[in-house]
């Protein structure tokens, strides 16, 4: 069984697989991996730490936008691997998150920027930006009955309405 970091540098290392001519071109899945593979990050492979950690080295894909809005939601209903084998363990990713196992997903995270309501009466021809950036301590707080405030905070305008540009 493999573990959650074993399959995905699988994933990534199959998708570099494509374009250097190691899948058919006639492959029927091949026009559907290169454009997945077009839409996520570049992999350059695996980075060893000292403490023998390991990471996936990919591009940053949001460093050439500014401002840049990012939601980080991991899908799924289990926290932990599939083959952990104490039960304190599991009992210790279920803690984490305890939610995600009825809603079947969980924010690791977001930033959001949005145009500023400030001055006299919300001049909208004020430019500044307002960043709102919570992390993972903030997405375990959540609760079934505000859950859908993430949402809510990454699509929030700034003026009482939601974005649009994030879905289109």
Request: charged share 25%; hydrophobic share 35%.
């Amino acid at each position: 069984d493999q573990s959650r970091f074993t399959r995905e540098v699988s994933f990534y290392e199959a998708l570099n697989l494509i374009g250097e001519n190691k899948i058919a071109p006639w492959d029927e899945i091949t026009a559907d991996l290169a454009y997945l593979k077009s839409i996520v990050p570049s992999y350059f492979g695996i980075i060893s730490l000292q403490n023998d950690s390991q990471f996936l080295a990919l591009s940053d894909e949001a460093s050439s936008q500014f401002p840049v809005s990012v939601m980080d939601v991991k899908v799924g209903r289990k926290t932990y691997e599939p083959n952990a084998t104490e039960q304190s363990k599991i009992n210790y990713e279920l803690s984490k998150y305890p939610i995600q196992g009825e809603v079947g997903f969980r924010f690791s995270g977001l930033i959001n920027h949005h145009k500023s309501v400030l001055g006299d009466g919300g001049d909208e021809s004020n430019n500044s930006l307002t960043k709102i950036e919570l992390d993972k301590k903030w997405g375990r707080s959540l609760s079934l009955g505000s859950i859908a405030l993430g949402f809510l905070i990454f699509f929030f305008n700034g003026h009482g309405q939601l974005r649009m540009e994030p879905i289109e």
